[in-house]
């Protein structure tokens, strides 16, 4: 009975240590991977298109593992290749992304016409895995490319960083302020209330890359920048979310500790940097 005791007395306080470790597991994971990706934005263009065809072609592969779950056959060597080619087509004239995008598309039509047993879902999955990750994400190749030297290595992590500001307010403000779900059927925890948070995280961020002076918009188009942005990388995780739910899985993959797969890390990056690249354009400062 007394050795019964001990041993439960002890269970408390197993269980913080453990939730301690993987608190400290994730926090350690995110660092590395924000670490590395700053870097490689700071260091310049090439060494930011490597990173990013990484991370698209994580994406990308993670992508097709999910849909294999759905019972989709991905013809995965055409869309990988796609995923990784599209960020260094990023690198020079539009017209590299236009002919990727061709050979893509006649490539897996070619499949599909030599391949009997292939079906329009397989095709239709092998294109949307490089589009949905390596062209999207392509965009930060674009937003470090056309604003040369310091600035535009800021400008490009601003923009990440508005969105990762965006994700940690929503989570924040949900956390303790949360009552009226989102889109309980499909993520759970997403309120209204961290909604909101997120939006005033990422239009502080835009507000600092204002006030820097480097870039040619005002407060307001900041803070609109700052709303859309936020908005939009939300719709990329409910998007990840929804596809997830959809073949049973709680996360994409497991590559990086304590947070997922590279899809769960990027999944507001994919709509939220190629936003900012848009308005940035229509502003006129790219």
């Given at each position: 009975?007394?050795?019964?005791s001990?041993?439960?007395?002890?269970?408390?306080?197993?269980?913080?240590?453990?939730?301690?470790?993987s608190?400290?597991?994730?926090?350690?994971?995110?660092?590395?991977?924000?670490?590395?990706?700053?870097?490689?934005l700071?260091?310049?263009?090439?060494?930011?298109?490597?990173?990013?065809?990484?991370?698209?072609?994580f994406?990308c592969?993670?992508?097709?593992?999910?849909?294999?779950?759905?019972?989709?056959?991905?013809?995965?060597?055409l869309?990988?290749t796609?995923?990784?080619?599209?960020?260094?087509?990023?690198?020079g004239?539009s017209?590299?992304?236009?002919?990727?995008?061709?050979?893509?598309?006649?490539?897996?039509?070619?499949?599909?016409?030599?391949?009997?047993?292939?079906r329009?879902?397989d095709?239709?999955i092998?294109?949307?895995?490089?589009?949905?990750?390596?062209?999207?994400?392509s965009?930060?190749?674009?937003?470090?490319?056309?604003?040369?030297?310091?600035?535009?290595?800021?400008?490009?992590?601003?923009?990440?960083?508005?969105?990762w500001?965006?994700d940690s307010?929503?989570?924040?403000?949900?956390?303790?302020f949360?009552?009226?779900?989102?889109?309980?059927?499909?993520?759970?925890k997403?309120?209204?209330?961290?909604?909101?948070?997120?939006?005033a995280?990422a239009?502080?961020?835009?507000?600092?890359?204002?006030?820097?002076?480097?870039?040619?918009?005002?407060a307001?188009?900041?803070?609109?920048?700052?709303?859309?942005?936020?908005?939009?990388?939300?719709f990329?995780?409910?998007?990840?979310?929804?596809?997830?739910r959809?073949?049973?899985v709680?996360?994409?993959?497991?590559?990086?500790p304590?947070h997922?797969?590279?899809?769960?890390?990027?999944?507001?990056?994919?709509?939220g940097?190629?936003?900012?690249?848009?308005l940035?354009?229509?502003g006129g400062?790219?």
């Amino acid at each position: 009975m007394g050795e019964r005791s001990a041993s439960q007395d002890r269970q408390p306080q197993e269980k913080p240590a453990r939730g301690l470790s993987s608190f400290w597991t994730r926090v350690a994971s995110g660092l590395i991977y924000v670490g590395v990706f700053i870097g490689s934005l700071v260091l310049g263009t090439v060494p930011t298109a490597v990173f990013v065809a990484i991370m698209s072609w994580f994406c990308c592969k993670e992508f097709f593992m999910m849909m294999r779950l759905d019972g989709k056959v991905p013809n995965e060597l055409l869309g990988l290749t796609a995923a990784v080619l599209f960020p260094f087509c990023a690198l020079g004239d539009s017209i590299l992304i236009s002919a990727l995008l061709f050979l893509l598309v006649l490539s897996v039509g070619l499949w599909y016409v030599y391949s009997p047993r292939t079906r329009i879902a397989d095709v239709a999955i092998t294109l949307m895995g490089p589009l949905y990750t390596g062209l999207m994400l392509s965009a930060v190749v674009l937003l470090r490319s056309l604003v040369p030297g310091l600035a535009g290595a800021l400008l490009s992590v601003g923009v990440c960083a508005s969105l990762w500001v965006s994700d940690s307010f929503a989570y924040l403000v949900g956390s303790k302020f949360g009552k009226h779900k989102m889109v309980p059927k499909i993520s759970p925890k997403k309120s209204w209330e961290g909604f909101a948070g997120g939006i005033a995280g990422a239009v502080i961020v835009w507000l600092i890359l204002w006030a820097t002076g480097l870039y040619g918009f005002d407060a307001f188009y900041a803070v609109v920048c700052g709303v859309v942005v936020s908005i939009l990388g939300v719709f990329g995780d409910l998007i990840e979310s929804r596809i997830k739910r959809g073949v049973g899985v709680k996360d994409s993959g497991n590559l990086i500790p304590g947070h997922g797969g590279m899809l769960d890390r990027c999944d507001s990056l994919i709509f939220g940097c190629i936003t900012a690249e848009i308005l940035l354009v229509l502003g006129g400062i790219l």
